[in-house]
Protein backbone atom coordinates (compact mmCIF):
# COMPACT_ATOMS: atom_id res chain seq x y z
CA UNK A 1 0.00 0.00 0.00
CA UNK A 2 1.62 3.99 -0.69
CA UNK A 3 2.43 5.75 1.63
CA UNK A 4 0.11 8.52 0.24
CA UNK A 5 -2.70 9.43 2.85
CA UNK A 6 -6.17 8.35 1.79
CA UNK A 7 -9.17 10.68 1.33
CA UNK A 8 -12.83 9.84 2.23
CA UNK A 9 -13.96 13.12 1.97
CA UNK A 10 -16.50 12.44 -0.75
CA UNK A 11 -16.70 16.52 -1.76
CA UNK A 12 -12.94 16.49 -2.13
CA UNK A 13 -12.92 13.27 -4.29
CA UNK A 14 -15.65 14.50 -6.40
CA UNK A 15 -14.87 18.21 -6.77
CA UNK A 16 -11.23 17.09 -7.30
CA UNK A 17 -11.27 14.65 -10.10
CA UNK A 18 -9.96 15.62 -12.96
CA UNK A 19 -9.34 14.32 -16.49
CA UNK A 20 -5.39 13.44 -16.38
CA UNK A 21 -3.40 12.59 -19.50
CA UNK A 22 0.44 13.38 -18.45
CA UNK A 23 1.47 11.12 -15.13
CA UNK A 24 4.40 10.29 -13.38
CA UNK A 25 5.62 7.40 -14.80
CA UNK A 26 8.06 6.87 -11.67
CA UNK A 27 4.77 6.40 -9.74
CA UNK A 28 3.75 2.45 -10.12
CA UNK A 29 0.76 1.20 -8.09
CA UNK A 30 1.38 -2.01 -6.59
CA UNK A 31 -1.18 -5.51 -7.32
CA UNK A 32 -2.16 -5.01 -3.42
CA UNK A 33 -3.07 -1.21 -3.65
CA UNK A 34 -4.91 -1.99 -6.92
CA UNK A 35 -6.93 -4.94 -6.15
CA UNK A 36 -8.33 -2.75 -3.08
CA UNK A 37 -9.33 0.05 -5.38
CA UNK A 38 -10.91 -2.44 -7.96
CA UNK A 39 -12.67 -4.23 -4.90
CA UNK A 40 -14.09 -0.96 -4.16
CA UNK A 41 -15.01 -0.02 -7.51
CA UNK A 42 -17.12 -3.23 -7.71
CA UNK A 43 -19.21 -2.15 -4.98
CA UNK A 44 -21.34 -0.63 -7.76
CA UNK A 45 -24.42 -1.11 -8.98
CA UNK A 46 -25.59 -3.50 -11.77
CA UNK A 47 -28.36 -5.27 -13.23
CA UNK A 48 -29.82 -8.03 -11.19
CA UNK A 49 -26.34 -7.92 -9.66
CA UNK A 50 -24.90 -9.82 -12.51
CA UNK A 51 -21.78 -7.45 -12.01
CA UNK A 52 -20.94 -8.21 -15.62
CA UNK A 53 -17.75 -6.14 -16.17
CA UNK A 54 -13.87 -7.70 -16.64
CA UNK A 55 -10.84 -6.21 -15.80
CA UNK A 56 -7.60 -6.24 -17.73
CA UNK A 57 -4.97 -4.33 -15.86
CA UNK A 58 -2.24 -3.51 -18.32
CA UNK A 59 0.74 -2.72 -16.55
CA UNK A 60 4.23 -4.34 -18.36
CA UNK A 61 6.05 -2.67 -21.02
CA UNK A 62 5.28 -5.51 -23.45
CA UNK A 63 1.38 -5.45 -22.89
CA UNK A 64 1.67 -1.23 -23.50
CA UNK A 65 3.50 -1.96 -26.46
CA UNK A 66 -0.01 -4.12 -27.62
CA UNK A 67 -1.69 -1.37 -26.08
CA UNK A 68 -0.60 1.36 -28.08
CA UNK A 69 -1.76 0.91 -31.76
CA UNK A 70 -4.72 0.14 -30.50
CA UNK A 71 -5.28 3.64 -28.61
CA UNK A 72 -5.17 5.58 -31.59
CA UNK A 73 -4.05 9.21 -30.51
CA UNK A 74 -4.27 8.24 -26.61
CA UNK A 75 -0.60 7.41 -26.80
CA UNK A 76 0.41 9.81 -23.69
CA UNK A 77 -1.85 8.30 -21.25
CA UNK A 78 -0.61 4.74 -22.46
CA UNK A 79 3.23 5.60 -21.96
CA UNK A 80 3.19 7.45 -18.99
CA UNK A 81 0.23 5.94 -16.28
CA UNK A 82 0.87 3.38 -14.11
CA UNK A 83 -1.44 1.30 -15.89
CA UNK A 84 -4.24 0.75 -18.57
CA UNK A 85 -7.25 -0.16 -16.97
CA UNK A 86 -9.31 -2.26 -20.10
CA UNK A 87 -13.17 -2.91 -18.98
CA UNK A 88 -15.19 -5.64 -20.77
CA UNK A 89 -18.64 -6.47 -20.51
CA UNK A 90 -18.96 -10.46 -19.97
CA UNK A 91 -22.15 -11.80 -22.51
CA UNK A 92 -21.79 -14.84 -20.10
CA UNK A 93 -22.57 -13.42 -17.17
CA UNK A 94 -25.14 -14.95 -15.60
CA UNK A 95 -22.57 -18.13 -15.84
CA UNK A 96 -21.74 -16.47 -12.26
CA UNK A 97 -25.52 -15.94 -11.31
CA UNK A 98 -25.50 -19.45 -9.15
CA UNK A 99 -22.45 -18.43 -7.11
CA UNK A 100 -23.45 -15.04 -6.71
CA UNK A 101 -27.00 -15.98 -5.77
CA UNK A 102 -25.69 -19.04 -3.78
CA UNK A 103 -23.64 -17.14 -1.06
CA UNK A 104 -26.00 -14.31 -0.72
CA UNK A 105 -27.80 -17.41 0.86
CA UNK A 106 -25.08 -18.10 2.59
CA UNK A 107 -24.13 -15.08 4.12
CA UNK A 108 -28.14 -14.48 5.33
CA UNK A 109 -28.56 -11.94 2.79
CA UNK A 110 -31.17 -13.50 1.16
CA UNK A 111 -33.79 -16.40 1.19
CA UNK A 112 -33.37 -19.70 -0.30
CA UNK A 113 -37.28 -19.18 -1.65
CA UNK A 114 -35.76 -16.04 -2.98
CA UNK A 115 -32.35 -16.79 -4.65
CA UNK A 116 -34.58 -20.06 -6.35
CA UNK A 117 -37.46 -18.25 -7.82
CA UNK A 118 -34.84 -15.32 -9.06
CA UNK A 119 -32.52 -17.56 -10.99
CA UNK A 120 -35.36 -19.15 -12.42
CA UNK A 121 -36.69 -16.11 -13.85
CA UNK A 122 -33.21 -15.13 -14.63
CA UNK A 123 -31.85 -18.25 -16.54
CA UNK A 124 -35.32 -17.72 -18.75
CA UNK A 125 -34.48 -14.09 -19.39
CA UNK A 126 -30.52 -14.52 -20.01
CA UNK A 127 -31.30 -17.49 -22.98
CA UNK A 128 -34.19 -15.21 -24.38
CA UNK A 129 -32.38 -11.96 -24.45
CA UNK A 130 -31.30 -11.01 -27.74
CA UNK A 131 -27.80 -9.62 -28.11
CA UNK A 132 -28.59 -6.16 -28.69
CA UNK A 133 -29.97 -5.57 -25.09
CA UNK A 134 -27.31 -7.79 -23.44
CA UNK A 135 -24.77 -5.85 -24.94
CA UNK A 136 -26.86 -2.35 -23.85
CA UNK A 137 -26.78 -3.78 -20.20
CA UNK A 138 -23.38 -4.32 -19.97
CA UNK A 139 -22.51 -0.96 -21.59
CA UNK A 140 -24.41 0.41 -18.58
CA UNK A 141 -23.16 -1.55 -16.58
CA UNK A 142 -19.52 -0.84 -17.25
CA UNK A 143 -19.91 2.20 -17.79
CA UNK A 144 -21.32 2.74 -14.14
CA UNK A 145 -18.30 0.90 -12.50
CA UNK A 146 -16.12 2.56 -14.69
CA UNK A 147 -16.85 6.06 -12.95
CA UNK A 148 -17.18 4.56 -9.60
CA UNK A 149 -13.49 3.41 -10.13
CA UNK A 150 -12.80 6.94 -11.01
CA UNK A 151 -13.61 8.44 -7.88
CA UNK A 152 -12.13 5.33 -6.01
CA UNK A 153 -9.02 6.15 -7.36
CA UNK A 154 -9.02 9.81 -6.11
CA UNK A 155 -9.28 8.33 -2.77
CA UNK A 156 -6.07 6.44 -3.40
CA UNK A 157 -4.91 9.54 -4.52
CA UNK A 158 -4.47 8.82 -7.91
CA UNK A 159 -5.83 10.19 -11.30
CA UNK A 160 -7.69 8.53 -13.90
CA UNK A 161 -8.89 9.15 -17.66
CA UNK A 162 -11.06 7.62 -19.58
CA UNK A 163 -10.43 6.66 -22.87
CA UNK A 164 -13.51 5.93 -25.36
CA UNK A 165 -11.10 6.31 -28.56
CA UNK A 166 -9.81 2.89 -29.43
CA UNK A 167 -10.13 0.06 -32.00
CA UNK A 168 -13.37 -1.71 -30.13
CA UNK A 169 -12.46 -4.71 -32.72
CA UNK A 170 -9.12 -5.21 -31.97
CA UNK A 171 -9.11 -5.10 -27.88
CA UNK A 172 -10.04 -8.27 -26.64
CA UNK A 173 -8.21 -10.83 -29.10
CA UNK A 174 -5.33 -8.15 -28.44
CA UNK A 175 -5.06 -9.52 -24.83
CA UNK A 176 -6.06 -12.80 -25.40
CA UNK A 177 -10.09 -13.07 -24.61
CA UNK A 178 -12.90 -14.24 -26.56
CA UNK A 179 -14.19 -11.28 -28.98
CA UNK A 180 -17.65 -12.79 -29.19
CA UNK A 181 -18.05 -13.28 -25.39
CA UNK A 182 -16.25 -9.74 -24.00
CA UNK A 183 -17.46 -6.58 -25.31
CA UNK A 184 -15.06 -3.50 -24.70
CA UNK A 185 -16.64 -0.53 -22.77
CA UNK A 186 -13.97 1.90 -21.75
CA UNK A 187 -9.84 1.97 -21.44
CA UNK A 188 -9.17 3.67 -18.48
CA UNK A 189 -5.68 5.14 -17.84
CA UNK A 190 -4.51 5.79 -14.19
CA UNK A 191 -1.47 6.70 -12.00
CA UNK A 192 -0.62 9.90 -10.43
CA UNK A 193 -0.63 12.90 -12.49
CA UNK A 194 2.40 15.06 -14.05
CA UNK A 195 0.28 18.19 -14.57
CA UNK A 196 -2.89 19.93 -12.74
CA UNK A 197 -6.32 19.01 -15.06
CA UNK A 198 -7.94 21.27 -16.81
CA UNK A 199 -11.42 22.25 -14.59
CA UNK A 200 -14.12 22.37 -16.75
CA UNK A 201 -17.71 23.75 -17.34
CA UNK A 202 -21.04 22.20 -16.66
CA UNK A 203 -24.23 23.08 -18.20
CA UNK A 204 -27.06 24.79 -15.20
CA UNK A 205 -29.38 22.61 -14.18
CA UNK A 206 -31.74 24.18 -15.26
CA UNK A 207 -31.15 23.68 -18.69
CA UNK A 208 -30.90 20.15 -18.54
CA UNK A 209 -33.41 19.27 -15.98
CA UNK A 210 -37.25 19.35 -16.49
CA UNK A 211 -39.67 18.97 -13.46
CA UNK A 212 -43.23 17.67 -14.37
Known amino acids: ?14 AGRRSIRNYDPAVKISK ?30 EGKETLKPIIRFNTLQNDTSAAMILIFGDRDCFDF ?17 VKDRQIAALTNHYNTISDDKLKEILLVDG ?20 I ?32 EGYASVRLPIEKITEWK
Open 32 to 61: EEMNAILTEATLAPSSVNMQPWRFVVVESD
Open 97 to 113: GEEIYGTAVERGLMPQE
Open 143 to 162: GIVAMQLMLVARKYGYDTNP
Open 164 to 195: GGFEEDQLAEAFGLDANRYVPVMVLSIGKANE
Open 1 to 14: MSEKMLTNDFNTIL
